[in-house]
T-cell receptor, first 109, second 117 residues
Framework: GENVEQHPSTLSVQEGDSAVIKCTYS??????FPWYKQELGKRPQLIID?????GEKKDQRIAVTLNKTAKHFSLHITETQPEDSAVYFC????????FGKGTMLLVSP | NAGVTQTPKFQVLKTGQSMTLQCAQD?????MYWYRQDPGMGLRLIYY???????DKGEVPNGYNVSRLNKREFSLRLESAAPSQTSVYFC????????????????FGPGTRLTVL
């Protein structure tokens, strides 16, 4: 079936460190992988996405990498700041979007 | 533009009561979605509407019904609420249907926090 596994469930880093969140997906047919950020008490918002025809995409301090052979993709945040603290969700598309269970990122000053 | 709006923001129900969650979008999007979010479970799709006049079940449809009233509005109804339906409910919309051949950003509403006692 269609499934997305996300790790870790919580991640604590010091300000300025890098953070990496990894997701694996079950069905190789998927070809679109968005990442959403959800601040406490707020709605999820798209921060970056990647399609299967590229291996990496960057947007300032955020990057996403995709390994289609291994069926996994990762979110990389460099030079983390306290405002990066949030829950991050990965997702994969099949007939609809299937989300991972989320990673709570805590960035300490 | 208000984007995606939801009412109410908070609701407390007793077991067995019914209620309807309202969602509207002003972005002229074709597709709309209802998700529930529970701690440690991520976002799970309840129902979606690919276009006006159509609705389809998602991953967790039991205990819910939906109505796509028009292009702007998509409501979620709980006919007989149960404590297991305590959750945060998010409505979302996208310009087109999300599928293997179509990628569209989903825009989420602010959520409704529902508690069933």
């Amino acid at each position: 079936g269609e499934n997305v596994e996300q790790h870790p469930s919580t991640l604590s880093v010091q300000e300025g460190d890098s953070a990496v969140i990894k997701c694996t997906y079950s069905d190789s047919a998927s070809n679109y992988f968005p990442w959403y950020k959800q601040e406490l008490g707020k709605r999820p918002q798209l921060i970056i996405d990647i399609r299967s025809n590229v291996g990496e995409k960057k947007d300032q301090r955020i990057a996403v990498t995709l390994n289609k052979t291994a069926k996994h993709f990762s979110l990389h945040i460099t030079e983390t700041q306290p405002e990066d603290s949030a829950v991050y969700f990965c997702a994969a598309i099949w007939s609809t979007l299937t989300f991972g269970k989320g990673t709570m990122l805590l960035v300490s000053p | 533009n208000a984007g995606v709006t939801q009412t109410p923001k908070f609701q407390v129900l007793k077991t067995g009561q019914s209620m309807t969650l309202q969602c509207a979008q002003d972005m002229n999007h074709n597709s709309m979605y209802w998700y529930r979010q529970d701690p440690g479970m991520g976002l799970r799709l309840i129902y979606y509407s690919a276009s006006e006049g159509t609705t389809d079940k998602g991953e967790v449809p039991n205990g819910y019904n939906v109505s796509r009233l028009n292009k702007r509005e998509f409501s979620l109804r709980l006919e007989s609420a149960a404590p297991s339906q305590t959750s945060v409910y998010f409505c979302a919309s996208s310009e087109g249907t999300l599928s293997l051949s179509s990628y569209n950003e989903q825009f989420f509403g602010p959520g409704t926090r529902l508690t069933v006692l």
